[in-house]
């Protein structure tokens, strides 16, 4: 029988549900009163999240710097800007106030700002996040989650783009980039445009299989939890779409968001992040959006890696999470899952289905293949260069 | 549609698994080098922890203190014994080496080491651990857990009987009680006794149960999660009973209990905690295992609130966790459902069935049901105190 270790640390403080800003001030003035504030322009003018904090910071003297000028596949230019006014003005705590980009940004910022080199030096820069140990100390954090999507308000990843070598995640990651505080609020995600509310569901949807389509077949629990999660985005994501402002929708999607990705669903199992590995270089080469990257590429991956090996695996997936009939063949409940799959995306919520439809083109699908392959690719089912070109193509 | 608000922080960082008592060191040492040990004697011993810490403390230079004489439900008076050690020599971090009742003794210690009265004042000493807002600062605690049960590995909550007034429960809780470090190695479990093992699984799947049981029904991921850990008891704790030396089934259980208890499941519901209440104070007059006393209450309390205001609850419940025909009445599967947590308890788990067989009679059913009307009892259906001698003298 296997045995196996795992660890387990989630110290970001969450305040969850309508109205949870009114703890924005008890979660920033433990840190201190000298703000940067990184944000969305239009999200935080939309929900009125810059009018309550900024009103906040004058009736409680804080004194605050804007940064809202992070891209949507956040680059080391973002970055580097951020980490300098945090040292040129002695910032005492980042308030990130968007989805993913912008809490991916603040992480790194809040990391950078201790960067002992020259921050126009990208190529340090980079190295420096990536390398194991150099960064011991990163500034005080505080989130407000404008998307149910990444699930980075309660981890410790940051996504960002080497815009010089078209490196995309790999630097600023670890316990130390956790968020301390995230206040997230479903009806902030009222005005997130449709075709945003289905990435960032499918982005769930997918964070949570990239642990579950594993060898691992012992732990039965976190396989539940899973399940639980998918389950919520199959029922909540085409509600989400049709009813904006569901709050029963908009607050599961939430809420299940950071759950598919802080730990929760790793322990104890090797964690492949294939389709992750294979979409990165693509958000590298191309300003797409994540989730529907994900997406599009997941039935073709699935078809790829379906064998005896994984057949098991599919028959769970398919019979738990979307009800097929557990007393079909194998392979025919297999393939009804992915089915079932590209329903949910490409029809319940109406996301693009082709590559082509994001507006990619072949030209750089060797480069890219390469990149998703320069370390050891997929660990569920491993795949060489030309199968990642393979699926790409079939992705077209 | 309803909206709600709440707060999630669980910042306990865990190491799971086979050997994890390897980070014993790094967890400790950031806290200081004079650590009291609170264990179980048998316990330590059996398992060997008691050897490994004794020698990690002689190579590393640790000082410390040892308390072995925490009973089972955990009295004031070792509170008491325990934070006296504390002040008198300058303890730096608690480390309780257990499950529940050392665990929740070690909390109420970390605390008590800093009540400004005197320590031999049991009274005051449990107001002040009542009061909000007393408590300020508590030590730093890690924790060798060694059961499969309560969770307080991963929670702020204690237990604790004011052995003068008959009191269970009630002081001593919140964040800062949360452990720092909780140390969860499965194997430390396959010597506990069977009557334990099947106490502890119910412990952790009435406590899943005890926040499911709740008008709120626009939860579905988080009741999808309470689903996954109640599956996991039914079908893990009669294994870990026949082959008490199963990794899996010991390892599911194990990680199982601090999620039944430490927040995921309470979110956005009132948490009623009814059998709670109807079981501490039969605790705090009998020397009962807590585990029993609640399976042996479970069955007659459903059926004393199955109505037609809770009959889809429990249909739920049986479809989802048992796997009852959806397809059949409404009642009958709720009956069904009763009936398979019965046989859950009662023969898969082997588990006494009635409050005779654990030895207790009528003789303080007045004053226990006083005291768990004390304050308003059961948010998910309310009880009067009639109603809950009723419940008693039907599980007698």
Chains 1, 2 share one sequence.
Not at 375 to 380: F, K, N, Q
């Amino acid at each position: 029988m296997r045995e196996y270790q795992f660890r387990y640390y989630t110290p970001t403080k969450v305040f969850f549900g309508a109205g949870a800003i009114e703890h924005l001030d008890e979660s920033l003035a433990p840190y201190g009163k000298k703000v940067l504030m990184v944000f969305d322009k239009n999200t935080a003018t939309a929900t009125g999240i810059y009018d309550y904090v900024t009103n906040l910071f004058r009736e409680k003297g804080y004194q605050w710097w804007e940064y809202d000028k992070v891209d949507p596949n956040p680059r080391l230019r973002s970055v580097i800007e951020g980490a300098k006014i945090c040292k040129e003005n002695d910032i005492e705590v980042v308030l990130a106030i968007g989805g993913g980009s912008v809490i991916d940004c603040s992480k790194a910022i809040r990391a950078a700002a201790f960067f002992p080199g020259d921050l126009d030096d990208y190529d340090g820069l980079w190295a420096w996040g990536a390398g194991f140990g150099n960064v011991t100390k990163t500034l005080p954090m505080v989130v407000i989650c404008t998307m149910a999507s990444t699930g980075s308000e309660m981890d410790g990843g940051a996504v960002i783009t080497n815009e010089h070598t078209h490196q995309k995640g790999g630097a600023f990651m670890g316990e130390l980039f956790l968020p301390n505080v995230s206040i997230l609020d479903p009806k902030y995600t009222y005005s997130v445009p449709k075709r945003h509310v289905s990435a960032g569901a499918a982005d769930i949807f997918i964070h949570t299989s990239e642990t579950y389509f594993d060898p691992a077949t012992d732990i039965d629990l976190v396989d539940g939890f899973a399940e639980a999660i998918m389950k919520t985005v199959a029922k909540y994501a085409p509600i989400a779409i049709k009813e904006p402002e569901n709050f029963e929708a908009r607050a599961n999607l939430m809420w299940a968001a950071p759950w598919a990705i802080n730990g929760l669903l790793s322990g104890g199992r090797m964690s492949g992040w294939t389709l992750h590995g294979l979409q990165h270089p693509m958000g590298a080469y191309h300003d797409i959006i994540h989730g529907q990257g994900l997406a599009i590429l997941m039935p073709h991956w699935m078809r790829h890696i379906l064998s005896d090996n994984t057949v098991d695996r599919f028959v769970r997936y398919g019979v738990n999470v979307f009800g097929i009939d557990p007393s079909l063949d194998k392979y025919e409940i297999a393939n009804k899952a992915i089915e079932a799959t590209e329903d949910l995306f490409f029809n319940k919520m109406e996301m693009p289905r082709t590559l082509s439809e994001i507006g990619m083109t072949d030209e750089f699908f060797d480069e890219m293949a390469t990149q998703a392959t320069a370390r050891p690719m997929g660990m569920y089912v491993p795949l060489t260069k030309e199968e990642v070109i393979e699926i790409y193509k079939a992705a077209l």
